[in-house]
């Protein structure tokens, strides 16, 4: 029986690789650095909490910023260096993404 991961899921795979991407091409950490850790549990927690829910939009479109601008500016950061890149890392995922941000 298989499932298909919720939406909310999805982000959070997605969110994931970008995350651990930026740490290990920029950074050069072959695992999470403290900083890239809390950054990846902080974006995890939002998700989870999101009140969108299942019906979220992609962080680019939502009208309610719910991370700290520091938080933000840092995921900022991080998807300006990954979004590119996920074409040739993840390729499924990044399309995923891009077709559910057309989408909406």
């Keep these: 029986m298989s499932r298909t991961p919720s939406h909310i899921e999805r982000e959070k795979r997605v969110v994931t690789q970008m995350i651990r991407l930026y740490c290990r091409h920029k950074e050069g950490n072959a695992t999470l ?12 927690a939002r998700l989870s909490h999101c009140r969108y829910g299942e019906q979220k939009p992609t962080c680019k479109q939502c009208p309610i910023h719910c991370y700290s ?4 500016g840092q995921m900022r950061t ?3 260096y990954a979004g590119p890149r996920m ?5 499924w995922s990044a ?7 057309r989408r909406r």
């Design 69 to 72: 601008p520091r938080m933000r």
């Design 95 to 101: 399309l995923l993404h891009l077709w559910h941000e």
């Design 78 to 80: 991080v998807m300006r």
């Design 33 to 44: 650095c403290p900083a890239c850790q809390a950054l990846l549990e902080y974006a995890h």
């Design 87 to 91: 074409l040739f890392h993840h390729p």
